[in-house]
């Protein structure tokens, strides 16, 4: 049997797509053991709903040789495999090519390549290219080895285990020991990671994207990995409806509940649909359209001025209490009924592919602005450029179409630091039936809008 060893402190976005490859391995016979550094997100949650016979082992301050070290008193395996939370293994042999190298009784440890992703640093992708290359090396005297993604025997740890006291670098302290011993080390390019993170400090960004795309150039990844580790498909997706019943609010009428619904139950990647409703019988009247109602908001929840994203995040709570804990949240505001068809999927991939923590629908403005000035206002010196040479102001439409991580609707908002937008061209979707009065346009003005955003399409 073969324990792998997973690091987590606040991974849970990672967590779930690295236990889905290692499930797919082709050596079966492993033990996952977690060693948890007070994660304060949903790490072990998620990682027990994956893989509910997974080993928890809790530690209370980090160190690297310690967190591996406790991981491995209660591993059973002849052989520990030792992967960050954040590494994704690329195939699903990955295990079996670690372990092959393992057969020369004088290999103490084998480590695998780590391949940046697409949207990792400039500076963590060098770093990574530089220092993960595409030969194979046995190592007799090199001292170089790294613990985000290898593999050693239970035997030899037993006499050498990890320094516990070093705050990192842990892996190469170790690695003096075994070639001092008379022992080699392996490194295995094709057992490889993706990594998003690097392995050594940030430096001058202009000069290391000059040479990340020397170095992309000349090393031409192979074509499996020129697509993102995350795929969409794999990720667990909850489109979100908060909808009042107070008096004056347009959320409670049932055709702009149908538009949203139909919007996301058009997505390819959206997986539940939940009503954030503060009224137990529009809440059953809803589900009727296909929406889940597993709650009820309290009214305090509906008051003037209480923000979208605090009730978003006591949906989440009442989602997560429930043991359902899903990737990404869709907020859906009923008050936008002219969604282009296929902005939801495109935002979805739009942060999948480029590694984002939030995508947002947008409208781009390139008509002229101004800004306040002490002497009043001045207008912006682009206006003397051509319309197509200006730089647009985006105009956020968060409630028309945002895509973003859990952990952000966890802390209260639906904005994480690193924002994609897309960009909406179409001149009706940003269209927001706000007042009982607007109601009219959707009556008059719905059948004809939707033909014309079908026939576009």
């Known amino acids: 049997m073969i324990s792998i060893i997973i690091r987590t402190h606040n991974e849970e976005r990672w967590i779930r797509e690295c236990l889905r490859r290692i499930q797919q391995q082709t050596i079966q016979d492993v033990e996952i053991i977690l060693v948890d550094n007070r994660s304060t997100d949903q790490t072990v949650a998620r990682a027990r709903q994956v893989y509910p016979e997974i080993k928890l082992v809790t530690i209370e301050e980090y160190l690297p040789g310690l967190a591996i070290n406790a991981g491995i008193r209660a591993a059973q395996g002849e052989y520990i495999a030792i992967l960050s939370a954040h590494c994704l293994p690329v195939k699903d042999d990955w295990l079996a090519t670690l372990i092959a190298n393992c057969e020369d009784p004088q290999v103490a440890g084998v480590y695998g390549r780590q391949i940046p992703t697409s949207y990792s640093s400039p500076q963590d992708k060098r770093d990574l290219l530089v220092t993960f290359g595409l030969d194979k090396r046995i190592q007799k005297k090199d001292l170089f080895f790294h ?116 919007a996301a139950q058009a997505s390819a990647y959206i997986d539940r649909i939940i009503l954030a409703c503060d009224d137990a019988a529009l809440a059953r009247q809803a589900e009727a359209l296909g929406v889940e109602a597993p709650f009820v908001r309290p009214a305090a929840l509906s008051q003037p001025g209480v923000r979208a994203d605090e009730v978003l995040r006591y949906s989440l ?128 003005l719905g059948p004809v809008i939707q033909q014309w955003q079908m026939d576009r399409a």
């Open 147 to 262: 613990n985000a993604n290898s593999l050693i025997r239970r035997a030899l740890w037993e006499q050498f285990p990890f320094d516990e006291q070093v705050p990192n670098i842990e892996d190469r302290v170790w690695a003096k020991q075994v070639i001092d011993a008379g022992y080699v080390l392996v490194y295995e390019p094709e057992a490889a990671v993706y990594h998003y993170h690097g392995i050594y400090q940030n430096n001058d960004e202009r000069r290391v994207q000059g040479a990340v795309r020397v170095m992309e150039v000349l090393e031409q990844p192979a074509a499996e990995h020129e697509n993102p580790p995350l795929d969409p498909h794999t990720l667990e997706v909850a489109a979100i409806l908060p909808v009042r019943s107070l008096a004056g609010s347009v959320d409670a009428n049932m055709a702009l509940i149908e538009k949203s619904v139909q």
């Open 317 to 444: 709570q009442q989602l997560e209490g429930a043991g359902y804990f899903p990737d990404l949240i869709v907020p859906l505001e009923v008050t936008y009924p002219f969604r282009p068809a296929g902005m939801l999927d495109t935002l979805v991939r739009k942060l999948a592919e480029n590694g984002l923590d939030t995508a947002i629908a947008a409208h781009a403005e390139h008509r002229p602005y101004w800004q306040k000035d002490t002497d009043g206002v001045v207008l912006t010196e682009e206006y003397a450029q051509a319309r197509q040479a200006r730089t647009p102001l985006y105009i956020g439409l968060l409630s028309l179409g945002c895509v973003t991580y859990a952990e952000f609707i966890r802390q209260g908002s639906r904005l994480g630091k690193r924002i994609g937008v897309y960009e909406v061209a179409d001149p009706f979707a940003a269209i927001e039936v706000r007042e009982p009065k607007d109601l009219r346009l959707l009556q008059l």
